[in-house]
């Protein structure tokens, strides 16, 4: 290793939506910040393969950071887009019983939605559910009004422009190669176009789907603190001609996901997913023979769907520290007490709804930096 190291104060590892919000918050508070991404760009992994749908925070668990972030981030992220002018609407959705044996759960939907301090939201059936959304097909819903849509790139634009404004700097096609644990300070070795080592005196780690990578390549972290790693793929399907609907439709939530949905961008091209299916490898590929599943799941609450109006379009993978059968897990934030190290964080398990949850979950790790 060289004699002399070039110092810099902060390294964020990543550039999707996370990383970004978080290098943001940093800079912001007057630290000088480097953001390394591999990629040739920003958000080119799971920032750029969702649903691109602001949640209003119905899902989460009482008390964990998913319902916090989510319902602070969404607040937050409304009247940031609304500043900056990145495209959004606030479309609002319906969650969609279509049997009496999926109400129960619905009811339970709503309680959460409600202990979670989620506005603007109510039950509706029968004729003000036909009022709503007349072609489709349910006996009962829950109506979010508060859930939206967003253009994803657009915002990661305005987040690296704040950065950078603030002094950061964001270098892509950068991978972080490895490093070593000093007693306050960490010693990283950098790839790309011109390879270095330098040393900081904070590293945040918010990879996403290659977090785990970036620990495992530190020497002198203790893999104990390390949670293990599960991938689940969901593919999208989209959609030729029009889709009737005027909110986001979803079917009561199945074990490990949110059901296959409908959402539609800001240009109006709807598409449905995603569904679940767990992996050993990063690997987007989208099965065409997946389709069979999607019409079946999407005619339950719209009958009407057309044959043939399916086709393959692409697919996320959400990075999971809980695997099949266990209840979806919570972020994992990991400050310096649990990192074990003054100069770490890490970030483990930021799926949805990540995106949602990028203001808070910035402003939350820059907190942890001290």
């Not at 096609?173 to 270095?196: A, Q």
């Not at 330098?198 to 789907?209: D, H, M, R």
Request: with cysteine; hydrophobic share 40%; glycine share 12%.
């Amino acid at each position: 290793m060289q004699d002399r190291l070039d110092k810099i104060e902060t390294v964020v590892v990543g550039a999707g939506v996370v990383g970004l919000a978080i290098a943001r918050s940093l800079a912001l508070q007057g630290r000088e910040v480097l953001v390394l991404e591999s990629e040739a760009g920003i958000g080119q992994g799971t920032s750029s393969r969702n649903s691109e749908v602001l949640h209003a925070g119905l899902y989460y668990l009482q008390g964990s950071l998913k319902s916090r972030f989510c319902v602070e981030g969404r607040r937050a992220l409304y009247a940031y887009c609304a500043e900056r002018g990145v495209p959004h609407r606030r479309c609002g959705k319906l969650v969609v019983a279509t049997s009496e044996e999926e109400v129960e759960s619905l009811e339970a939907l709503f309680a959460r939605a409600r202990a979670n301090d989620v506005e603007d939201i109510a039950l509706v059936e029968g004729t003000d559910l036909a009022e709503l959304e007349p072609n489709l097909h349910g006996i009962r819903a829950l109506h979010s009004g508060s859930t939206g849509i967003v253009d994803g790139h657009a915002l990661m634009l305005a987040y690296q422009g704040d950065a950078e404004n603030a002094g950061a700097l964001v270098q892509c096609r950068t991978p972080l190669l490895g490093g070593s644990l000093d007693d306050n300070s960490i010693r990283l070795r950098i790839g790309g176009d011109d390879p270095t080592e330098i040393e900081t005196k904070l590293l945040v780690n918010a990879a996403g789907l290659g977090a785990w990578d970036v620990s495992r390549r530190l020497d002198g972290l203790d893999p104990k603190t390390v949670p293990p790693r599960y991938l689940a793929r969901g593919c999208y399907f989209s959609m030729s001609g029009h889709a009737p609907f005027r909110h986001l439709i979803y079917p009561v939530p199945p074990a490990g996901g949110l059901g296959i949905h409908l959402t539609f961008d800001l240009g109006g091209q709807a598409r449905f997913g995603p569904d679940v299916e767990w992996i050993d490898s990063i690997d987007y590929t989208v099965d065409p023979a997946r389709g069979d599943a999607f019409y079946a799941a999407i005619r339950r609450y719209w009958p009407e769907l057309p044959d043939g109006a399916l086709a393959p379009d692409y697919a996320g993978i959400r990075p999971r520290t809980t695997g099949p059968g266990e209840a979806t897990g919570d972020f994992v934030i990991q400050g310096p007490a649990e990192t074990g190290h003054p100069s770490y964080i890490a970030l483990y398990g930021i799926d949805s709804p990540g995106l949602t949850s990028s203001l808070a979950i910035g402003s939350y790790t820059a907190g942890l930096a001290g």
